[in-house]
Nanobody
């Protein structure tokens, strides 16, 4: 069984930065694709950034150039560096593990407001 724990969310002013972390328990982290998703109030969950086991990354158009996803296989952790944050980035951010199984974390709240 895989357990994902997100951290690093909080309240930040527009233009600020946050780094989210997702720590995974379970075997074969290095073989799993990992991703960050978000869900704003009244909206569906959307993909923000993904990273394959080989390190290839993909970003939503709305965050390209501002967010960076990375992984540390030695620490079983995936990160999301978020810069130049905007109020529309406000959402609950979830971590997702994908191999032949799918697991989600519990989410961490990010609020961008002055």
């Amino acid at each position: 069984h895989v357990h994902l724990v997100e951290s690093g969310g909080g309240l930040v002013q527009p233009g600020g930065s946050l780094r989210l972390s997702c720590a995974a328990s379970g075997s074969f982290f290095s073989a799993a694709a990992m991703g960050w998703y978000r869900q704003a109030p009244g909206k569906g969950r959307e993909s923000v950034a993904t990273i394959t086991s080989g390190g290839s990354t993909n970003y939503a158009d709305s965050v390209k150039g501002r967010f960076t996803i990375s992984r540390d296989n030695a620490k079983n952790t995936v990160y999301l560096q978020m810069n130049s944050l905007k109020p529309e980035d406000t959402a609950i951010y979830y971590c997702k593990w994908s191999d032949y199984r799918t697991y989600w974390g519990q989410g961490t709240q990010v609020t961008v407001s002055s």
